[in-house]
């Protein structure tokens, strides 16, 4: 499983859960998702 903003690989629980978020279908990693939470937070306030 590959992040589709950096490209870099999610790693994932024993759950099989990525340590991430989905976001539209797509995986982001953690660093990702922080970056997007921010940008959304932007756009709403
Ligand atoms: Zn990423």
Redesign the pocket.
Same mark, same amino acid.
């Given at each position: 499983m590959k992040?589709?903003?950096?490209?870099?690989k999610?790693k994932t629980t024993f759950l099989n859960k990525i340590i991430?978020t989905y976001i539209k279908g797509k995986p982001?990693? +953690?660093?990702?998702?922080k +970056?997007i939470n921010k940008k959304i937070k932007k756009i709403t306030s």
């Open positions: 992040c589709t903003k950096c490209k870099k999610i991430g982001y990693c +953690k660093d990702c998702q +970056k």
